[in-house]
């Protein structure tokens, strides 16, 4: 009975194992683009893995790379509706020379891997060496290195072919790999003077994605406050209109009072006037009150006219 078990359980052990093996193989990466970016946004390499699993692979997949010791894990993602949408994964201890990252692929979108390797500097000289390790087959590979800022004399193993500046500002280096199979493995060699420590992305300019105009929510512009200052105005206009009226009302009230005083001191004078006493004896017009006329000195008789 014992000898029956423990020979069913080899036999299981021996049908699961070519199974795993051809479910490894049966991964077959439909396109892989490796982008080196050295000295962008700290002083080593930044490797970037963008890549899709062919219509021949059946998902779910699980996915392992390995990674060679030393190098720093920064994301795995795949797109989703123009985004990087972060996957689960796992980063297992180094064995020997190299790490393993496992992750489940679930779509053939593209998914995305970022990891740091280190560089090696003697003064102004840098160099490193990128290895790809050759865990599945690839339909169509192909490597971009990026030229790091203030840097001369780049020199790559194969030779990296110049693109020029690319949209995001940076110039390239690119070489196309065509086919690859499973197990095949790639080393890219550079070298390059770089006289200062200024890092590439530094260099990005923050710019905004869309023009901006008043379509954009939370964006304001001159229109959106035009409503606001033309009612201002009108307020100004209504306070200053208000002001003149008052002022031309006091005016005008003004101006009959003083007219008045003007008509009753005209009208005094008038009456003094015709209440005038003079001087008997010399007939000079004497002052209200006189009593002699200030001429003659003869006495005013106020029943004179």
Same mark, same amino acid.
């Given at each position: 009975?014992?000898?029956?078990?423990?020979?069913?359980?080899?036999?299981?052990?021996?049908?699961?194992? !070519?199974? %795993?093996?051809?479910?490894?193989?049966? #991964?077959?990466?439909?396109?892989? /683009?490796?982008? +080196?970016? !050295?000295?962008?946004? /700290?002083?080593? &390499?930044?490797?970037?893995?963008?890549?899709s699993v062919s219509a021949e692979t059946t998902l779910p997949a699980e996915i392992s790379l390995r990674l060679l010791k030393g190098s720093q894990l920064l994301a795995v993602a795949k797109e989703e509706n123009g985004a990087?949408?972060?996957?689960?994964?796992?980063?297992?201890?180094? @064995?020997? =020379?190299?790490?393993?990252?496992?992750?489940?692929?679930?779509?053939?979108?593209?998914?995305? #891997? =970022?990891?740091?390797? !280190?560089?090696?500097?003697?003064?102004?000289?840098?160099?490193?060496?990128?290895?790809?390790?050759?865990?599945?087959?690839?339909?169509?590979?192909?490597?971009?290195? /990026? @030229?790091?800022?203030?840097?001369?004399?780049?020199?790559?193993?194969?030779? +990296?072919?110049?693109?020029?500046?690319?949209?995001?500002?940076?110039?390239?280096?690119?070489?196309?790999?065509?086919?690859?199979?499973?197990?095949?493995?790639?080393?890219?060699?550079?070298?390059?003077?770089?006289?200062t420590d200024t890092l590439s992305a530094s260099s990005l300019d923050i710019q905004s994605t869309q023009p901006l105009d008043q379509n954009i929510p939370g964006q304001s512009t001159y229109l959106s406050y035009l409503p606001?200052?033309?009612?201002?105005?009108?307020?100004? +206009?209504? +306070?200053?209109?208000?002001? &003149?009226?008052?002022?031309?009302?006091?005016?005008?009230?003004?101006?009959?009072?003083?007219?008045?005083?003007? &008509?009753?001191?005209?009208? =005094?004078?008038?009456?003094?006037? =015709?209440? /005038?006493?003079? *001087?008997?004896?010399?007939?000079?017009?004497?002052?209200?009150?006189?009593?002699? *006329?200030? %001429? *003659?000195? %003869?006495?005013?008789?106020?029943?004179?006219?």
């Amino acid at each position: 009975m014992r000898k029956s078990v423990f020979l069913l359980l080899v036999l299981s052990i021996l049908l699961a194992t !070519p199974f %795993a093996v051809r479910a490894q193989a049966d #991964v077959t990466f439909d396109k892989l /683009q490796v982008q +080196l970016w !050295p000295d962008y946004d /700290q002083a080593s &390499v930044l490797v970037i893995y963008d890549f899709s699993v062919s219509a021949e692979t059946t998902l779910p997949a699980e996915i392992s790379l390995r990674l060679l010791k030393g190098s720093q894990l920064l994301a795995v993602a795949k797109e989703e509706n123009g985004a990087l949408v972060n996957l689960q994964n796992q980063l297992l201890e180094p @064995e020997g =020379e190299f790490n393993s990252l496992s992750f489940s692929v679930a779509d053939r979108s593209i998914h995305h #891997v =970022e990891f740091y390797i !280190p560089y090696t500097r003697q003064g102004n000289s840098r160099s490193f060496s990128f290895r790809w390790t050759g865990d599945y087959a690839v339909k169509t590979a192909s490597v971009r290195l /990026q @030229e790091p800022i203030d840097a001369t004399d780049i020199k790559t193993d194969p030779v +990296l072919s110049p693109i020029g500046k690319q949209p995001d500002g940076f110039v390239y280096y690119a070489r196309d790999l065509n086919s690859l199979s499973s197990g095949q493995g790639i080393v890219i060699n550079v070298s390059y003077l770089k006289p200062t420590d200024t890092l590439s992305a530094s260099s990005l300019d923050i710019q905004s994605t869309q023009p901006l105009d008043q379509n954009i929510p939370g964006q304001s512009t001159y229109l959106s406050y035009l409503p606001w200052a033309l009612g201002g105005l009108g307020v100004v +206009l209504l +306070l200053i209109a208000g002001w &003149v009226y008052l002022a031309s009302g006091r005016a005008g009230r003004a101006i009959p009072r003083s007219r008045k005083r003007h &008509v009753s001191a005209a009208s =005094e004078v008038s009456g003094d006037d =015709e209440k /005038q006493i003079h *001087c008997a004896q010399c007939g000079k017009r004497t002052q209200p009150g006189d009593r002699f *006329c200030r %001429a *003659c000195g %003869a006495r005013i008789r106020r029943g004179d006219g």
